[in-house]
Structures are given as C-alpha cells and as structure tokens.
C-alpha cells in the first residue's frame, strides 16, 4: 500500500528549503548561549563524557577564529551523517529516553546562529565522514537550494568509500567544494582534522566566519577572558553570570551533570543548584492538567502503532507469497527465509509499538508528580527566582513568581528549582521557552503558592528581625541589601553553612566534601581517592543524594477583609447580635400567632439523667458554671410526663427584660422543642427560689393560673396530642412567677455570660492543627449541638480574620494554655483540662466539686520545663551532625512547639553515621600510616645490611636481616663511651 502511494503522487511537485531558511532558522535564538549549548546538548545525547569548547586562530576566516567543538561520543556513520541535513528528522525522540533534542534543528539553527559556516568530523567504527554546509559557498555560487556535502573516507587506508564511480566523481567534487570555501584548502587540512579526534568514536564541529556585532566586532568575546567565552555586551545594565559568561552558564547548564565540560582548556566545575541552597525543602506537586504534551505523544503513537500493524500484514503477506512462489533450491530458500525474518521483525516491532501505546495511554490518565526544590541562596543573594530544567537540560531562569513578582523584598534570595519531564511540558525549539504556555502558567501558579509555603515553613513570615539576623550574619548589611560582603569571616561562614560537593573525574559520582574556603582549593581534576572520608574514597562506593527534609503546601483560604455576615455560622456571630436578631424575628412572629389557653401541668423528671448531667456541667464547665447553668435551667425548662416526647422545650435567656404586654403575647404562645439540659438538684432549687423570692417583682403570677412562657409554649401541642396535663416544678414555678427576667429572649444560642476557669476569655493558648501547634487567643465561647460541651473560639495570630477561627472543646487535647512567654524566650505550656480531668478519681471529684484548677498537679514545674528545654536545645546543637539542615543558630530560635516535633530519630542517626564514617577515616588513616612506617623500617633495615656488609666483608654470609638488630647492638656496645 505505501509503494502504490508513492507511484501515485510520485509525479506531484516537493516543497523545498531555499538557502534563505538557514537565516529565518537560526534566528529563534535570541539569546546566543542558548544556541551554542544546542551543540553541547548534541555531545550529551551522543553519550559523550566530555566536550573542548574551544577557538582556534585564522587569518582566512572573519573574526580570525574558528569555534570548535570536540567530543567523545558514539559519532556517526555515513548514513547517520546524512541524516544530520534532514530538517526535522531526529531518531531520540524515544518516550523513554531523557535525551534533549526532539526536533532535528539544533545543530542547523545554533551553528547558523552563530556564523555563515560549519564543518563536521565524525567518527565511528573504520569510517570517517564529514559534513558541509556553507552560507558562503551558496552565496558565491548564486545557489537557492540547500547543497551539502557529504564525502567519507576509511578511518585505516584513508581513502574514499566509493564503491562505484558515479560515487567516486561525486566525491572528488564534494571534497573540492571543502578545499575552496572551508579554512582548508587540501586533502591533508581536511584529513588532519579527524586526528583531533583522540577517542576510538566522536565528533568535532567547526563553525567559522562567525557573526559581527553592530559595533563591528565579534558578538562573542574570547579575548577579555583566556578561559570564558563572554557576551560582548557594552550597556551599563547589570547582567546575570550566567547571561554574560557561557563558563557560568553551562555550569548550572544540566539539573544532574555528568559530562565534564572544558572551555578554553580549562574544566568549568559543573554544579547541582539544589547542593547550593541553604534550609533547602522539598514539596511533592500532583497534578492532573498536564495533558496537553502527552495527548500529543499519545496520538503520534497510536499513528506509529497503525502504521507498524500495516507494515506487519503486509510483510506476512509477502512472506506467504514467497513461500508458494518460491521452489526449493537453495536460493528460493534464502528469499524464503529472509521474507519470513522481515515478517519476524516487523510483528516484533508492532508489538512493540502497541504495549507503548498502551503504557501511553494509561499514563495519560495518571496523575503527574513534580518535584518543587526552594532554598535560600545565601552566597549571591541577588540571584534567585526559579529555575526550570525540561530533561535535565536548563530552560527558564531566575523566572520571577507570587510575591517575588510582586516586588517583595524580604523574598530577595528565594530560589526554586524543578526538572520537568518531556511528557508534562514540550520546551520551544529553541529550549528558552515552553510551547504550552497554558500549562506553564499553571506550573508557575503552582510553584508560586508553593514558594509562599517554603516561606511560611521556614517560620521568616511576618518575622522580619529573624530574617533581617539571618542575612546579616551571613554578610548582608540590610534586608534590601543584595551584595554579600567579601569579608573572610562571612565568606567562611556561607561556605561552612552549604556542604561542599566535588564530582569525581574518573567515575563522574558527586561526592561530599569537608570545607573548603575557595573553589579554588578543590584541583579540577579531583577524583574519589582524594576524598578524606574514607568511606567515600573509592570509585566503587554508591553515589549520595543530598538529603532534602520534604514540606507539605497547607491550602490557605483567601483573606477576607469584610467577610459576608450572611454566609457566617451562628457560632460565629457575636451572641449579643444574634440575640437581638432572634428577638426581632421571634416577636414578628408572635405577634401573628393566636393566643392559646394553657392547660395544667404536671411535672416529670427523671432522676438518674439529672445526676449525671449535673455531674457532666461540673466537670465540663467548672463548678461556677455549672451552678449557673443548673439554676437558669431549672427555672425554665421542663420534660413531657408521659414520656413519649422526650425533647426539651425552648430554653428562655434570664438576661433580658421585657415588657408585660410581650410576657402575656409570650405566655400564649406555643414552643418549639429542645433537648433539656441537666435539671437543677434540690438544695441549687431553694437557692434560686429563696433569691428569686428575695427580688421585688412588678408582676405576680401564681403557678397555676399564670405559667410562665416556657411551659405553655413547650406543652401545649403536647397536651393535645397525649392527652396529659403537664406542670412545672414548685422551684421552676416561683422563680418564673418572682422575677419577669426569667422570662427573656429566646435565644437559641448559648448564654452570653458563659465562662470557664480552664481558658478564661483573651487568655494565651496553642491549638494543634494537623499535628502542628500554632498560638492563638480564647475570643468567645459556645456550647455544642446538643447544649451540654462547652467549646472555646480562638483567633490564630498568623491568621487574624474571623474565618480562620477554630472551635475547640475545653476538654480536648488540641488545645493547650500558654502562659507568658520568660525573658529565655521559652514560654511555658500547661496541660489541657482533658489530662487533668483523666488523672484519677480523685482529681475528678475534687473539680466535680469546685477545686478545678490549672496547675499542673504532679507534672513538672515551670521551672523544670525551662531546664528540660533549655538542656535538650543545647544538647542538640553540641551534637548537630555536618550534615543536617539546620545550623546551631537555628536551633536556637526554635520554639517549644518545634522542639516537641523535631525529629530526633533522623538526626541522630545522622550523628553516628558521622561519628563512624569519622573513625573508619581515621583508622584508614592510622592502617596507611602503619603501613608506610613498617616501609620505611624494611627500608631502613635493608640499608644498614648493606652498610654492615661493606663494613665486615670477611663475614658477609654472617650479615642478614634476621641478625641486624644483634650486630647493631653489639657494635654499638664497642663503641667507646663519651662523656
């Protein structure tokens, strides 16, 4: 089917590549480093170990210099070497692979970025090919399509690989097109070059007459840095390293270097930017949006996988129609055979094809996982922003997000770093930008609100004198200082805060290093075996990743200034606003309502509920209050006698007056049906009644003729739906009857004046929050769903609107009080009332009975508590590991919440993983110390043998080793004695 394609429009016209599209190409590089590392990006994927950037002079060229690059990769065949001039064709676009180049452009477009010609030299096996493509050669010969030569020769007889003689003559006249328009003008120029190449495969490229700049000089500068190749740039703005030196940007070029990369003949010491950020933090980001990418690669292979199913059928097809074609020679056997191996192979690889497919699209359904890194960068501060990797291979810096975009200066400094996969973001054909830019905006969002985190994690928020101390100690003078002082004490002390690493020039492992204060000190060619850590000294040892504490992002909701009073809970609304609310609507309502004659009531309460929930007030609310709530409820709520309706009637406040033409509208009218709170005890009755009776009362109403509101409006409806007359108790009766304030409001709130002894109103607490402590302050009280918890609301210091506020109970033990904080800066945290509710029998029916006190009982004093901080603060910062996170100073300003969840397992762990790496260093030491000594005495030995020998030659048989000690010992007994 395809063959019968291609006959078919065999005879239609091609789209060709004028000459012209080498300039309209090169120009998506606007940025020139970012073309020259297209080459070096091509050394990597080609499995290279090391790449020369370097020039060379020449008088015949523009500019006087030939850029090169040379490295040590697998190189190119003939056939390889003529895809190199296919725009667009790339065999690394495996979904597989971490290889960089995906579209076939980088080489064409960065090399014709950067000049008008490029010569490549490859080798590979015994062949020997190079590739042509000149601007100047198209100019000079008036040529508009894209003519490259292609001519090869063998790596042993250094001739021509032209099997017949059209390739011969084709030869002869690609090699002179070489001589006339490249720096070299013989065979023996051109063949020398492939000399350069000292690896058994690799590749050179050689890019020439090179790009003036406006001013008439070379856009790249080679002469102001022996070692650099710089940015010609004359503007007084202030760059970057990396934007102005290419040493310093391909440094930080790759997320994992291991290509050892020269410029100038000189190693560039290639770093991991997460090994150069102080308190660094890691944060997991999942996500389901990124799409975009892999429903592409996800429909390319599904055409791959059709293409390779045709492909299959058609082999069988052929391999069928051999086998009854053929006949049995020999030959016919061999076609047979090899109809059927292609058959073999193409099933092979369309089933290759469809388990990608089906991997593809079951990835595209799963949840895609980045890895956000931030830190702080302490030796530059002025560098941060993020820094973002596609493949390892460096796309966007110091990317602005959150509120470094916004300007905040405290933020100067932050630096975040992540390694995009291929399959979540395709990067431009340029690598400087990412073609999705809907999905690039949502990662910046989500690494912007992840930045946000890391600062709020590491406790700078709102904490400007912490962060001001942090950045001076290191050298910069103020917060909106951005240039470090070079003094030796603070370039010390930002050395001694980052763990030095050194990657080893054999093996390519990185490898942790003691402290160095310059680069300098580290030799560019440092290898395993110069590691002091004995551990670490052998290239054999496992590589160590740096080992990064990980941060969870805290979803925060929007600060709302004026929060909508409409959308707020009723526990969140002040109780004297709802009461006034409730009383308005509740009057509305009465006063459409007909009146009712109440009927006799009878009392019915059970004594077993009324102990217990007298017992449960007391020990919830303090005695105080349960007094409090034990009288207002007795006057006022009552049970149904025939108990069937076992729900309480409303509850009316005692707090509030009203008038006696709304006592008799509220007499009349019936009540809705609550769950009664505990009834009072006997001797709580008198008293109430004896105040009650006490009161002068401008309304005298007797229990029978006139019940108060609560009892009409609770059982009327039950009255005539049971057919029993209920009435309240004698105690309910004349309070109600004395006093017309127990006839108030009802409010369905708790009462206003509810109090408690454990966290009284404006007191200092800490509420835990997902097994965090964060400080707070006691605002109001409430009761829960069924009346009988009381629960604190308390204000968050960090989040002060009124909708981040939390409910605790007073028994729970989230919540903590918090006494002052003492000159140490260690404030003292008492025990919840739950631990001391639970302690035993005793301790509860002392408060049951009104001995409820905060004091920590048994526990330890406050003085105690200090000691025991203060000692496990300084125990942790004698014993602190070079290897944690944290410097001393740090460990020092940690609060007591801190202290309580630090993770003592993992860090002292780490402390004797130090202390025996430690010893085995120095036993090593001491095992090659005694070796050498042991050495040099066997030396020692020998030479006096020697000298013995000389000296008594009449007995020479009689000298040896085993006898030295002796004949020294004896000569030395001869020797006169001097004084």
């Known amino acids: ?108 477009s960065g090399a014709m970025r950067m000049a008008k010609d490029f010569i490549l030299f490859t080798k590979r096996e015994n062949a020997l090919s190079c590739v042509f ?75 020439f007459n090179l790009r003036l700049g406006d001013n008439g000089q070379l856009e790249l500068d080679f002469t102001t840095a022996a070692d650099d190749i710089l940015m010609d740039d004359d503007s007084e703005i202030r760059m970057k390293p990396e934007r102005r030196s290419f040493r310093a940007y391909s440094a930080i070029l790759y997320y994992d270097p291991r290509m050892k990369i020269y410029i100038q003949h000189k190693k560039v010491r290639t770093q991991r930017m997460v090994d150069s950020l102080y308190m660094p933090r890691k944060y997991h980001f999942t996500s389901k ?92 501060r002025s560098q941060d922003g993020l820094f973002i990797y596609n493949c390892s291979r460096l796309i966007k810096m110091y990317q602005k997000v959150g509120q470094q975009s916004d300007g905040n200066r405290e933020m100067i400094g932050v630096v975040g770093i992540v390694d995009v996969p291929h399959l979540v973001l395709e990067p431009t054909h340029n690598k400087q930008d990412f073609a999705d830019s809907k999905e690039y905006r949502q990662l910046l969002k989500a690494m912007g609100d992840h930045m946000a985190q890391f600062w709020r994690d590491s406790q700078f928020e709102g904490n400007p004198r912490k962060l001001t101390d942090m950045w001076s100690s290191f050298g910069y003078t103020t917060l909106d200082s951005v240039d470090p002082l070079m003094d030796v004490k603070f370039a010390r002390k930002r050395r ?57 992002l805290q979803r925060q909701a929007p600060v709302d200034k004026e929060p909508d009073r409409r959308k707020r809970k009723p526990e969140d609304i002040p109780l004297e606003a709802l009461a006034g609310k409730r009383q308005t609507s509740r009057a509305s309502s009465i006063s459409s309502t007909p009146p009712t004659t109440p009927s006799a009531v009878v009392p019915s309460i059970v004594p077993q509920r009324k102990a217990a929930r007298d017992a449960s007030v007391r020990l919830q609310y303090g005695e105080q209050q349960a007094r409090h709530s034990t009288t207002s409820t007795a006057d006022r709520d009552f049970i149904d006698d025939s108990g069937i309706d076992d729900e309480p009637v409303r509850r009316v406040s005692s707090g509030t007056k009203r008038s006696s033409a709304s006592d008799e509208m509220l007499e009349q009218a019936p009540a809705a049906k609550r769950r009664p709170p505990p009834p009072p005890s006997t001797q709580q009755a008198k008293s109430a009644s004896s105040r009650t009776s006490s009161k002068p009362s401008s309304k005298t109403t007797s229990p029978t ?22 009435r309240p108790p004698p105690a309910a009766a004349t309070a109600a009857a004395a006093s017309p304030a127990a006839v108030a409001s009802p409010v369905a709130s708790p009462p206003p004046d509810l109090t408690c002894d ?7 607490v800490e509420a835990r929050i997902n097994n965090e402590w ?49 000159a140490n800066g260690v404030p003292s945290v008492r025990r919840s009332p739950s631990s001391a509710a639970n302690r035993d029998e005793g301790t509860a029916a002392a408060m049951a009975t009104g001995a409820h006190s905060v004091d920590q009982g048994d526990g330890p004093s406050r003085a105690e508590l200090e000691s025991i901080v203060s000692n496990f603060r300084t125990a942790l910062q004698y014993f602190l590991p070079p290897t944690w996170h944290m410097t001393r100073d740090d460990i020092g300003e940690m609060n007591v919440s801190q202290l309580a969840n630090f993770d003592s397992t993992s860090f002292f762990d780490q402390y004797e993983n130090y202390l025996n790496s430690l010893v085995e260093s120095f036993k090593a030491e001491a095992a090659r110390e005694k070796s050498e000594s042991e050495a040099q005495l066997l030396s020692l030995r020998r030479n006096v043998v020697k000298l013995l020998r000389t000296i008594r030659e009449s007995d020479e048989e009689k000298v040896s080793e085993e006898t030295v000690d002796h004949i020294l010992e004896s000569v030395v007994h001869a020797l006169p004695s001097r004084k």
């Open 133 to 207: 493509l000149s601007r100047t050669f198209h100019e000079a010969e008036n040529i508009t399509e894209i003519v490259v030569p292609l001519p090869s020769w063998s790596a042993s007889t250094k001739l021509p690989l032209t099997p017949t003689a059209q390739e011969q003559e084709k030869h002869e006249v690609e090699v002179d097109v070489i001589k006339r328009f490249s720096p070299f003008k013989t065979l023996g120029d051109i063949l020398a070059q492939f000399d350069k190449i000292k690896s058994p495969s690799g590749t050179l490229v050689m890019i």
């Open 705 to 726: 003729s006139a019940p108060s509101h609560s009892a009409s409006r609770g059982h009327a409806t039950s009255q005539a739906r049971t057919g029993s007359s209920v």
């Open 289 to 380: 949006r990124f799409k975009t990418r892999m429903e592409t690669e996800v429909l390319k292979a599904r055409q791959n996988s059709r293409q390779a199913d045709e492909a299959a059928r058609e082999a069988e097809s052929s391999a069928r129609e051999a086998e009854i074609q053929f006949g049995k020679s020999n030959q016919d056997k061999i076609k047979v055979r090899s109809a059927q191996e292609g058959a073999k192979r193409a099933n092979d690889e369309a089933k290759s094809k469809r388990s990608l497919l089906q991997v593809m699209e079951k990835s595209l359904k799963e949840p895609k996982t980045l890895d956000f890194i931030f830190g702080l960068n302490i030796m530059n």
């Open 774 to 822: 964060y400080q707070a302050t006691v605002v109001r009280y409430s009761l829960g769903k069924d009346n009988r918890e009381l629960r604190a609301r308390v204000k968050f210091d960090k989040n002060d609107s009124d909708k981040f506020d939390k409910h605790f109970s007073v028994t729970s033990p989230d919540l903590r009080l918090l006494t002052d904080t003492p």
């Open 1 to 108: 089917m395809a063959r019968m394609a291609h006959s078919q429009y065999s005879s239609l016209r091609r789209a060709q590549l004028d000459i012209k599209y080498l300039h309209t190409n090169s120009t998506t590089h606007e940025f020139l480093f970012g073309a020259l590392a297209e080459l070096v990006d091509n050394s990597r994927d080609a499995g290279a170990t090391r790449i020369d950037i370097f020039t060379e002079d020449c008088a015949s060229v523009r500019g006087e210099k030939i850029l090169c690059f040379l490295d040590n990769g697998e190189g190119m065949s003939p056939e390889d070497s003529g895809k190199v001039i296919q725009f667009g064709y790339s065999g690394k676009r495996a979904t597989d692979a971490r290889s960089i180049g995906q579209y076939g452009n980088g080489l064409k």
């Open 758 to 764: 454990a966290y009284p109103l404006q007191s200092r």
């Open 496 to 552: 001694m805060n980052l763990q030095e690493w050194a990657q080893c020039d054999r093996c390519s492992k990185w490898r942790s290093i003691p402290y160095t204060l310059q680069d300098s000190d580290i030799p560019p060619n440092w290898e395993c075996k110069m590691n002091r850590d004995a551990s670490k000294k052998s290239c054999d040892a496992l590589e160590l990743k740096k080992d990064i504490p990980i941060g969870q």
